[in-house]
């Protein structure tokens, strides 16, 4: 699965869920359910990048993180 795949199908989970935060254990088994991708990193990895690109937004600590969409740069 290619990485903008993957970033597009994530996208639209967090489009879906509205104002809800998502971990990275919650984006994974969905990624898993839908084919996006099999191993947490890479999930990881295009949340982070996501986040780099401003479309997403992290809170927490690390050993605890969610992520939010962003809503400004989503319209």
């Not at 780099?52 to 600590?61: I, S, W």
Request: proline share 3%; with cysteine; aromatic share 6%.
């Amino acid at each position: 699965m290619s990485p903008l795949t993957r970033a597009a199908g994530i996208h639209e989970l967090f489009l879906q869920q509205g104002t809800r935060r998502l971990t990275t254990g919650q984006v994974w088994r969905y990624c898993q359910a839908h084919g996006l991708a099999t191993a947490r990193k890479t999930v990881r990895d295009d949340l982070e990048r996501l986040t780099r690109q401003g479309l997403l937004t992290r809170r927490g600590p690390d050993n605890g993180r969610t992520y939010e969409l962003n809503r400004e740069s989503s319209r």
